[in-house]
């Protein structure tokens, strides 16, 4: 890829080729679909949530939601208890060995990162890092107000599709 190619094509790549090679060595390393590896990950950021919220959260459907959080509960990684708001609805939340493989996929993750910087001249490697950061705080602001618009109902404007 030249120069020529447009900043969203770059940063579209590069996040394919970067889910891509997570999901690979997050199932070959750990047994764990990519599915299950980011309903552990969104539980440990957030802590207990319904369903419904984890299933928002993740940009998944409800179904396959349910379905990943079942076998979680099924191996013991996720626990299931009921809301003391709500009764007929569950919080869903990491239990201690839930803790420990997630703890196991973000190290896996973490080395994975390392080997890549491994194909980064050093010298270039704070810049990288730097360049991450503010890519990150920038696509955390828009995340912001994408979704602040979209309670509005002009989430079409935010994404740039008026």
Known sequence: MGSHVSTG???REVARLHVQLQRHCV???????ST?????????????????ELSRRVGLDKGWTSRAVEQLV???LVEKVPSTRDRRTVQLSL?????ERLAELSGTLNDLAEQTFEHIPAAQHEMVRSSLELLQQALQTLTTEVETTENA???????GCE
């Not at 239990?95 to 803790?99: K, N, T, Y």
């Open 9 to 11: 094509a770059l940063l």
């Open 27 to 33: 199932a070959y390393c750990r047994g764990t679909t």
């Open 36 to 52: 299950q590896c980011t309903v552990l990950t969104e539980l440990g950021r957030s802590g207990p949530v319904t369903l419904a």
């Open 74 to 76: 099924q191996e013991g």
């Open 95 to 99: 239990s201690p060995a839930g803790q």
């Open 153 to 159: 109902d002009q989430g079409g404007a935010a994404c």
